[in-house]
């Protein structure tokens, strides 16, 4: 991974020159719980300024990042960083928790978060997620080996808004995923077995076979819609 991220550096510095104000790893790979066959590596990068020019000095270097497995980096400026926490309170309270500087200025070390509409974004992307899931589900529920990956791809975008959930409501919320489940299941009444069941699958204490998806779906769909009732139940 080192030498990876290290030519991903070498290759924007080159891009941007002096514009390259930080680059930045952050998800799963900067909290120790990557797993390849599921995780990508999440980079930001903090240019000074962002104008067509940069974009087109970005596209082999973004196009190579995508053929290495990883989504292409996120673009912001410095400005932006500073001035953007309110909208996008989920993404800069999980990077300021955990990140790993690779080149540049620590920008998110003393960032402040404005939390003015953390709670809305929160059960916004709670209810996005689950809708998005309900209208997918449907043309798998005959193929297992679809619903099944369709579980899968879901579990950790689950886990991180479960996260902030538990964090609305002033808990001290984990950053693994099996005692995010944990403190669900104390503190919203979440069973946690349908999600502890697709961890083993990421993890590989389970076969792929050994879960059975459609058994799976009812008591998973259940326990998201308890987050996002307790979410809902705070005061707006």
Partial sequence: MDK???QLVDKLQKAYGTRLVSVVLYGSAATGEHHAKFSDYNVLCVLSQITPREL??????????REQGSPAPQLLTENEVATSTDCFAI?????????????????????????SFYRAQVEH??????????????GMMSDSDLLRRLLLDSISTFCVLF???LRLHGF???MQKREVIRCCGEQFALDP??????LDVREERLKPREVEPVSLLAP?????????????RLEK
């Fill in 172 to 174: 001290d919320a984990p």
């Fill in 4 to 6: 990876l991220l290290q």
């Fill in 193 to 198: 077995q349908p999600f502890d069941k697709l």
């Fill in 91 to 115: 993404e800069f309270h999980d990077i300021k928790q955990h990140h790993r500087l690779l080149f540049g200025k620590d920008l998110l070390a003393d960032l402040v978060v404005d939390n």
């Fill in 163 to 165: 996260r902030h959930a």
């Fill in 125 to 138: 992307e709670l209810r996005a997620k689950l809708l998005r899931l309900r209208q997918k589900a449907p």
């Fill in 56 to 65: 087109a000095a970005s596209e082999e270097i973004f196009r190579w990042w």
């Fill in 220 to 232: 998973y769909l259940e326990g998201i819609a308890k987050v996002i009732d307790a979410v809902d």
